[in-house]
T-cell receptor, first 111, second 112 residues
């Protein structure tokens, strides 16, 4: 089966600019997650969707981060405006029952 | 609340010697536990998972882990390290909602 697709693979932006990441989960996976992985740390959940509804966004900095999952399939994560501390790898994952699949991630560098 | 603690941030072994990466978990219910590996600039790859079946779980590439409820541990082992095993390893517990909680990671160095 096809994996979780993410784009872009890399992104470099200046602070205060905006950026968007895209994720296409595995077909049939109702649950989609966005994780932030700062260098040297384990991934931390930003937001969890069940179909197109939000299950958990308690760790999402809502003043600058937003995410949507239209039609319960693809998802986008946006940061506006970006800060230096947002430099990280942003991982998308999808799951069905207890099976999770991660994408390769988008490496964001904010300068 | 569910959490995991990886007891070593860095482990160094010689090629051909055993590997032990330690993980303790905290959970108010019988959890599902996972070990993931992440090679440099690569995505997360599932090594193995425990879901309340056999307590000794065999994974890919010769890795295995034993779920010990009395010790709240889920240590990862491999009898003989290979150079290609050098990577970052994450112990993970899931919440009932499906959310995965990651440990801080253990860097495995394999010396020739």
């Amino acid at each position: 089966e096809a994996g979780v697709a993410q784009s872009p693979r890399y992104k470099i932006i200046e602070k205060r600019q905006s950026v968007a990441f895209w994720c296409n989960p595995i077909s049939g996976h109702a649950t989609l997650y966005w994780y932030q992985q700062i260098l040297g740390q384990g991934p931390k959940l930003l937001i969890q969707f069940q179909n197109n509804g939000v299950v958990d966004d308690s760790q999402l900095p809502k003043d600058r981060f937003s995410a949507e999952r239209l039609k319960g399939v693809d998802s986008t994560l946006k940061i506006q405006p970006a800060k230096l501390e947002d430099s990280a790898v942003y991982l998308c994952a999808s799951s069905f029952r207890d099976g999770y699949t991660f994408g390769s991630g988008t490496r964001l560098t904010v300068v | 609340a569910q959490s995991v603690t990886q007891l070593d941030s860095h482990v160094s072994v010689s090629e051909g010697t055993p590997v032990l990466l330690r993980c303790n978990y905290s959970s108010s219910y019988s959890p599902s536990l996972f070990w993931y590996v992440q090679h440099p600039n690569k995505g997360l790859q599932l090594l193995l998972k425990y879901t309340s079946a056999a307590t000794l779980v065999k994974g890919i590439n010769g890795f295995e882990a034993e779920f010990k409820k009395s010790e709240t541990s889920f240590h990862l082992t491999k009898p003989s390290a290979h150079m290609s095993d050098a990577a970052e390893y994450f112990c993970v517990v899931n919440r009932l909602s499906g959310k995965l909680i990651f440990g801080q990671g253990t860097t495995l160095q394999v010396k020739p």
